[in-house]
């Protein structure tokens, strides 16, 4: 099971590098609200809810409709949720502590991708 979620999360950075480098090589430039960011978006949520599948089945939490949504229309939120619901209080936090050095990483991947699409 950890195999397959780290495959999720390397799915995640790889959209976020790829994403941005194929839309500055094509059109020049990267706009959020393009095609590409919004295809990025899409792709990136479906690894997202793919990895939150995956954590699910291995800490043994059963989340509810709510919960399931919440991670596809305001992961932002529902994901600190559920990190202390299923992990408890001090797991948690580190948790969360964990995921924001993650989006932090594809931040840097989105850059990363603009300045290398900048390049051809």
């Given amino acids: 099971m950890?195999?397959?979620k780290a495959a999720a999360l390397m799915t995640m950075g790889a959209i976020s590098f790829f994403m941005p480098a194929?839309?500055?090589?094509?059109?020049g430039q990267v706009?959020?609200?393009?095609?590409?960011?919004?295809?990025?978006?899409?792709?990136?949520?479906?690894a997202l809810?793919?990895?939150?599948?995956?954590?699910?089945?291995?800490?043994?939490?059963?989340?509810?409709r709510l919960?399931?949504?919440?991670v596809l229309v305001l992961a932002a939120f529902a994901l600190p949720i559920y990190f202390v619901r299923s992990r408890g209080w001090k797991h948690g936090?580190?948790?969360?502590?964990?995921?924001l050095v993650f989006l932090g990483l594809l931040f840097v991947l989105?850059?990363?991708?603009?300045?290398?699409?900048?390049r051809f």
């Avoid at 194929?22 to 059109?27: D, N």
């Avoid at 939150?52 to 059963?62: P, W």
């Fill in 2 to 4: 950890r195999k397959a």
């Fill in 22 to 27: 194929l839309e500055r090589a094509i059109t």
């Fill in 67 to 70: 919960m399931n949504a919440g």
């Fill in 31 to 46: 706009e959020m609200l393009s095609t590409y960011g919004l295809v990025e978006t899409v792709l990136s949520l479906i």
């Fill in 49 to 64: 809810f793919w990895w939150f599948h995956l954590d699910k089945a291995e800490h043994d939490y059963r989340a509810g």
């Fill in 93 to 99: 936090a580190i948790a969360i502590a964990w995921a």
């Fill in 110 to 118: 989105e850059e990363a991708g603009e300045w290398v699409g900048a």
